[in-house]
């Protein structure tokens, strides 16, 4: 076993516009980094105490985020404070003596003073650092990387892949361990980056308390509470530590906007308790989300005010990540059991986003198919297993239906037809090496994707899905009570036992993964983590799994990369 040690306003950046935006700016020389003392750290800590971030890394582009605090009543989601002015610049050097790119963006209450710069006119698979001013103020330096060219052949691309991250639940300790790496080019995240619930609100399981307690003091359904929740994660270190080393490429799931959420509702969203109309407060999520996170929002390369998600991002011949949202366009869950589950009506993906992943899984694009992918789509179902197996695990956990109805039906078990359509276009296309990559399950798992689980392993694979555990979020352990490796090791068994496609499922861990890709392989290790109520728990390495190329299948593999 490996143990880690513990420790919107487009401003591009052609030629031409850095040299406007340059004019007149007030900085210092290029060549001269301030010292940094304790009155200048606070001042950055007053000014800049949400840290700063990077994301969605193009061959030239990537965007730049920071949050200013220009006066001691600008708090997050008040709407008070002045409009303000703010500088940036880019350099290649982590002394800032070789700027590349500068500029300014004004911001103010209307968005919750954050900045958002699409930082353009970098060079391909390049590391840059960057940094905001405000008033003489320097914002602490981050760090982060382009991808390569469209027709490079990198040797390998590197993520960390994350998911879960209930801040009430625990410290983040999976940040901070990969915070420590030096070795990734991004890091995924595949939604729940925070949670909705207020203090004592858990959502499920069991719990003694609350290991910390959300701001605001109830779930969040305003604008404020929204902008208040974003702001109160951007301030735990071990997030800041981990924005700031790497750029993110990220997706919402439901906890963004409310638990199990759909086009036109939630399931703890009450019109009735006052919480208004539902597409409202989605909207106000989603404004807030688009301000406070890293993201390009209108689907495209550049960036524009939007809440289109779904997009891709390539890193050269080697990979394309395709980043799914699988909220804003699917019609209510099925009431398990039910034939709706396969009524070609009901969608998860919406058309639009649907026929966009069809064309993302084609064989002339990069080698790997990357699906950045909210809820699982492996089917997991307990058709044939005899009740006497079943019952006594359901005595403790509750957990397991019967009769083949799917385990969950807020993931593409619940809208079959759409995945069907996806898996009849990858064998009718000839499609090889599609690797979905998914979080939302709070538990580690690694399967193969039959076209007929029927007859499995007898037949084709369509590709293969690795399933991050959670940052902090219940699983297992955590809602039954009971202690590791006792309950779910039953409900692993007999799950396994079910879908024989699942080669791997760890229901009781929290913490991350790494994905490695190359050209002949994809290699997902799990990293769990101690007590996720100890803030310095140790972060262990657990298992790797890879799929070969043009295989469709996983096995073991007996070390991390």
């Known amino acids: 076993m490996t143990t880690l040690d513990r420790r919107t306003l487009l401003a591009t950046g052609t030629a031409a516009t850095a040299a406007a935006t340059t004019a007149g700016l007030v900085t210092t020389r290029a060549d001269a980094a301030p010292t940094a003392t304790s009155g200048t750290q606070r001042a950055a800590r007053r000014c800049f105490r949400h840290g ?10 990537v965007l730049i ?58 060079e391909p698979d390049t590391w840059y650092h960057y940094r905001f001013r405000y008033d003489g103020v320097a914002s602490p330096a981050g760090r982060t990387r382009t991808a390569p060219a469209a027709d490079a052949s990198p040797d390998h ?191 998860i993906l919406g058309r639009q986003q649907l026929d966009w992943l069809k064309a993302s899984l084609a064989r002339g694009r990069a080698q790997w198919k ?32 019967r009769d083949g109805v799917p385990y969950n039906v807020d993931q593409w078990d619940g809208y079959t037809h759409d995945r069907r359509e996806v898996f009849q276009h990858i064998r009718d296309h000839q499609v090889t090496d599609a690797l979905f990559v998914t979080g939302d399950i709070h538990s580690g798992w690694a399967c193969e994707l039959p076209y007929d689980k029927a007859t499995y392993p007898v037949g084709d694979s369509a590709g293969v899905e690795f399933v991050c555990s959670s940052v902090t979020s219940n699983n297992l352990k955590d809602i039954t009570g009971t202690p590791p490796r006792t ?6 068994g007999i799950i396994k036992t079910a879908n024989r496609h699942v080669k791997y499922l760890d229901f009781d861990s929290h913490g991350f993964s790494v994905l490695d890709v190359t050209a002949t392989r994809a290699q997902m290790d799990w990293y769990v983590i101690g007590d996720r109520a100890e803030r310095d728990t140790p972060i262990t390495w657990s298992v790797s799994y890879a799929t070969k190329t043009g295989t469709g299948r996983v096995e073991r593999v007996e070390e991390p990369v």
């Not at 891709?312 to 980043?323: H, P, T």
């Not at 309950?487 to 692993?492: M, P």
């Open 65 to 122: 985020w920071t949050r200013l605090t220009p006066t001691p009543a600008s708090t997050p989601g008040s709407g008070k404070g002045p409009r303000a002015e703010v500088t940036w610049e880019v350099a290649t050097d982590a002394g800032f003596r070789r700027v590349v790119r500068r500029g300014r963006f004004q911001t103010g209450p209307g968005r919750d003073h954050t900045v958002k710069v699409d930082v353009t006119g970098l």
């Open 370 to 401: 990357i699906i950045g992918n909210p809820v699982m789509i492996a089917p997991v179902t307990f058709a044939g297993l005899p009740h006497d197996l079943i019952d006594p695990v359901n005595d403790v956990t509750g957990l397991l239906p």
């Open 487 to 492: 309950t779910s090791t039953a409900v692993e």
């Open 157 to 347: 691309v590197r993520f960390g892949v994350v998911s879960c991250a209930n801040l009430q639940a625990g410290w983040f300790s999976a940040y901070r361990g990969l915070a420590e790496r030096d070795d990734l080019h991004a890091v995924l995240h595949l939604g729940d980056y925070l949670y909705e619930y207020g203090p004592g609100q858990y959502g499920y399981g069991i719990t003694d308390r609350d290991i910390r307690s959300h701001v605001p003091a109830h779930e969040m359904v305003s604008l404020a509470d929204y902008r208040q929740r974003h702001a109160q994660y951007k301030q735990d270190p071990d997030l800041q530590a981990l924005h700031a080393k790497y750029p993110w490429i990220i997706t919402w799931d439901d906890h963004e906007v409310a638990n199990d959420a759909y086009r036109d509702g939630a399931e703890n969203h009450n019109p009735d308790l006052g919480e208004g109309d539902f597409r409202l407060r989605r909207a106000r999520a989603h404004r807030a989300y688009d301000e406070w996170m890293p993201v390009r929002m209108d689907g495209t390369a550049r960036l524009r005010d939007g809440d289109r998600l779904f997009r891709r991002l390539r890193f050269g011949q080697l990979a394309e990540i395709s980043m799914l949202d699988l909220r804003s366009y699917r019609d209510a869950q099925a009431a398990a059991p039910s034939g709706e589950v396969s009524d070609p009506d009901r969608t």
């Open 52 to 61: 700063v971030a990077s994301g969605d890394p193009l061959p030239d582009a």
